[in-house]
């Protein structure tokens, strides 16, 4: 991609997300894989008609990709577990939600 209509995307991106609150900090957080909890904690998974589950996008640098890998091999298995547990909570809470809304349509699915 080229480099000016990348920085243009993200820059476009970034302003979108602090305007509407959408932004973790890791600073304020503790770190970067306190930052993963955090942005788990206040975003929803989605899920297709077929119940296969979209997980949010993260986009990192590569020098920011060290840094959290190195984060993660550090981080506390506590800390790991919950954002395991924050995973499968999110993941069921979408699988769910397409659930019910695919229950308000009658016959749904009969005609495959």
Known sequence: MNSQFQRAMYATISTACEQSGNLVDASATGGPIESIAAMLETIRFS???????????IHMSPQTFETFRQAEQSAPPE??????????????????????????????????
Not at 90 to 99: D, G, K, N, P, V
């Open 79 to 112: 800390l790991l577990q919950r954002i395991k547990e924050l995973e499968e909570l999110r993941t069921a809470e979408a699988i769910e939600a397409e659930s019910q809304r695919k229950a308000r349509f009658a016959r749904y699915g009969d005609a495959q």
């Open 47 to 57: 899920a297709d008609k077929h119940g296969k589950v979209q997980r949010p996008q």
